[in-house]
Nanobody, 117 residues
Framework: QVQLVESGGGLVQPGGSLSLFCAAS????????MGWYRQAPGQQRELVAT???????NYADSVKARFTISRDNRKKQVYLQMNSLKPEDTAIYYC???????????WGQGTQVTVSS
């Protein structure tokens, strides 16, 4: 089992920045992919960005050039730097990991990001 705890959400004006942080605990040595998904009201959960242990990244087109994912492989922590935020970025952001062994996926409890003037 893996437990994920997120922090860093909040309210920001359009054009502003926020950083999200997620720490994994438990069976962390088998973690491969770490990243972030988001879900806006009435919409499906969608990919924001992920990064594998090898450093391969995958970003949603809507956040490329604005968001940057990074991670600490040893500590199994993942970060998301969000710049030039837009109202359409408003959502609950979920930390996500995928194991390299059994391919199980785990989710954090979510952190709210609101972009509004």
């Amino acid at each position: 089992q893996v437990q994920l705890v997120e922090s860093g959400g909040g309210l920001v004006q359009p054009g502003g920045s926020l950083s999200l942080f997620c720490a994994a605990s438990g069976r962390i040595f088998d973690i491969n992919t770490m990243g972030w998904y988001r879900q806006a009201p009435g919409q499906q959960r969608e990919l924001v960005a992920t990064m594998t242990t090898a450093g391969n990244t995958n970003y949603a087109d809507s956040v490329k050039a604005r968001f940057t994912i990074s991670r600490d492989n040893r500590k199994k922590q993942v970060y998301l730097q969000m710049n030039s935020l837009k109202p359409e970025d408003t959502a609950i952001y979920y930390c996500y990991v995928k194991m390299i062994t059994d391919l199980n996926e785990y989710w954090g409890q979510g952190t709210q990001v609101t972009v509004s003037s």
